[in-house]
């Protein structure tokens, strides 16, 4: 158990942080919906991918802001349990001592209760858990087997610096995937019938390629049997399979210089036909699963009408909210942590509490 508690911790702690980050993203949309950007997905994108990497860098952003703290001047601490136990005993917090530590070392008695195996009930919703982990890992490895068979049987038709675009008999829905060495664009044998649609799809898959959109579901992806259970992780995944597509539509017409309304026109099509075979996923990325393509074609036409005014840079504004991500998500992460139980304001509140329980039994004898 001793070296199980600090892993369960970390993780406890993360998902604390992935909850702040949803809470942080709403708030976010509500603020660009109130500007210019609120059709600029491009923008959103990277707002949401900046904000999960802050996520991801938590820990090390946490190192960041506790050094900090200890080299200003009050060489104080950012850990919520800490300041705590220092309000309580300048006579901040009006309570009893052992009804403070009690209440202070809730969490530490929560991970003792998930550990100790001593609650059946309990004991049965985390082996449920742990089951449905379980089958979320095995259909990630079987999807990624699937993918890797297909690209494998794939035709190589085209070869760049970075990619490879493979022509595939077996797929009816073009993908862009990425290997250990190389990326690769997997594209239906049938679109070499169609000019006009092959460079539509060839351009679509491309700009997912560009903007790293592969690699970020990948992460997604693994990560979900640790994090399904979470609506907070729920959320963000769902926010980017949303704009990841809106954004590389509005990126295609723009970078590309490909016609909004042709490109709009082939997406309906495409949409139209596939449906009709009975598969939703249109111009998806690999390992992304449902129809939640055929949820947001409302959304991408309109967003490839606002694509040439909507696509623009602005370096200024992502800087700033990712020094602001860092810091919110910093200082989150560095005060949720476990502090040392024998620090010297800790001795302090144990003394008193000794102090109190002794004086507890005195009066009761």
């Given amino acids: ?158 070869r760049s610096a970075k990619v490879d675009i493979r022509l595939s008999d077996r797929i009816a829905v073009p993908f862009a995937v990425r290997g250990l060495r190389r990326r690769h664009v997997v594209l239906p044998s049938h679109l070499l019938d169609s000019p006009r ?58 970078r590309r210089g490909i016609n909004a309304q042709d490109y709009t026109a082939c997406l309906l099509d495409y949409c139209a036909r596939t449906v009709v075979h009975g598969s939703p996923r249109v111009l998806n990325v690999a390992l992304v699963t449902g129809g939640k393509a055929k949820k947001v074609l409302r959304q991408r036409v309109i967003a490839l009408g606002d694509a040439p005014s909507m696509h623009r840079q602005l370096p200024f504004m992502l800087l700033g909210q990712t020094v602001l991500f860092a810091l919110i998500l910093g200082l989150a992460a560095a005060s949720v942590q476990q502090t040392e139980d024998w620090s010297h304001d800790r001795l302090m509140l144990s003394t008193v509490v000794n102090l109190e329980r002794l004086e507890a039994r005195n009066q009761g004898n």
Wanted: hydrophobic letters at 55%.
């Fill in 1 to 158: 158990m001793t070296a199980v508690k600090p892993v369960l911790d970390a993780y406890l702690e993360w998902n604390l942080i992935l909850g702040l980050a949803a809470l942080i993203w709403l708030a976010a949309r509500v603020v660009l919906s109130k500007t210019t950007l609120s059709r600029g997905f491009v923008a959103q994108l990277r707002t949401l991918k900046v904000l999960c990497l802050c996520v991801s860098l938590s820990p090390l952003l946490a190192l960041g802001v506790s050094a900090l703290a200890s080299h200003t001047p009050a060489k104080g601490t950012v850990a919520i349990g800490d300041i705590a136990v220092a309000a309580y005993l300048r006579g901040d917090i009006a309570m009893p001592a052992t009804q403070f530590e009690t209440l202070l070392n809730t969490r530490q008695r929560w991970v003792e209760l998930l550990l100790s195996g001593d609650h059946p009930v309990l004991d049965i919703v985390l082996a449920l858990l742990a089951m449905v982990s379980v089958v979320y890992a095995v259909r990630l490895v079987r999807d990624g087997l699937s993918i890797r068979e297909t690209v494998k049987a794939s035709f190589l038709w085209r």
């Fill in 197 to 254: 649609e092959l460079r539509f799809a060839l351009a679509h898959e491309l700009e997912h390629i560009r903007a790293g959109d592969v690699e970020w579901e990948l992460g997604f992806e693994i990560l979900r049997p640790l994090l399904f259970w979470n609506p907070a992780y729920i959320l963000l995944k769902y926010q980017f399979d949303r704009l990841r597509e809106l954004a590389c539509d509005q990126s295609v017409v723009v």
